[in-house]
């Protein structure tokens, strides 16, 4: 069965950076399309951003675009969120998400597996 583990999160100032880090286990993503999820408090989770299965194709909630990078290894079985320029809007909790087509995918209804979210929190 397919685990994912996020890590990376943590407290940082309005303009900083953190990237994120979701580790795979229990069997290869190399096949399988990898998406970024997030719920800020009080709100419903929302898209982040996804990459097809070779990274050929990457998509991205047009509110990061330009900030935030998706890229993988599939060697390590582990994809990351790069975030840069991180505003207060950005803070929230962060899911990694695999599903099986291998694309890059934003429904996240699609998604077959998720991690347990790792907490990302911006001051002003």
């Known amino acids: 069965q397919l685990q994912l583990v996020e890590s990376g999160g943590g407290l940082v100032q309005a303009g900083g950076s953190l990237t994120l880090s979701c580790a795979a286990s229990?069997?290869?993503?190399?096949?399988?399309?990898m998406g970024w999820f997030r719920q800020p408090p009080g709100k419903e989770r929302e898209f982040v951003a996804a990459?097809?299965?070779?990274?050929?194709?990457?998509r991205y909630k047009e509110a990061v675009k330009g900030r935030f990078t998706i890229s993988r290894d599939n060697a390590k079985n582990t994809a990351y969120l790069q975030m840069n320029s991180l505003e207060p809007e950005d803070t929230a909790v962060y899911y990694c998400?695999?599903?099986?087509?291998?694309?890059?995918?934003?429904?996240?209804?699609?998604?077959?597996?998720w991690g347990q979210g790792t907490q990302v929190t911006v001051s002003s």
């Open positions: 229990g069997r290869t993503v190399s096949t399988y399309g």
């Open positions: 990459i097809s299965r070779t990274g050929a194709v990457t």
């Open positions: 998400a695999a599903e099986s087509s291998g694309a890059a995918l934003s429904a996240s209804i699609i998604y077959d597996a």
